[in-house]
């Protein structure tokens, strides 16, 4: 049985896509990179698995999972959640500094995937 799966990018309700702004502001071999990542998670689903993804710890962030990519010195993260069984929506990325998430990247991503979720139940 083979899976199709969908990448889409979220978008605020003034159309701002973060994940876009981030991967623009990325140096190009980075960006490069990152894309191949997200293009084996469209192959891979689910079955992509660590060191490409890990899912987000704590029950305050419950069905967030993150990208991982590192190009020389920089680790970049860019936070997913799975939608309807076949589609991840990318929320937001960032350039890791140290060993911990910053609690407000993590809590921008669950604000991303909250207001993502609610506007797509109002259609």
Known sequence: MDNKWFIELYEKQNKDC????????LPPKHRAKL?????????????????????VQGEQYK???????????????VFYFLHLHDTFVLLNG???KSDE???SELERAKFFMIDYIQRRDEK
């Open 18 to 25: 973060p994940v876009l702004s981030f991967l623009q502001s």
């Open 35 to 55: 894309e191949r990542e997200i293009d084996l998670l469209g192959e891979f689903g689910i079955n992509l698995a660590y060191p490409h993804t890990k899912k």
């Open 63 to 77: 069905g967030l999972w993150e990208l991982r990519v590192k190009f020389a010195s920089d680790i970049s993260r």
């Open 94 to 96: 960032f350039i890791k």
């Open 101 to 103: 998430t910053p609690v």
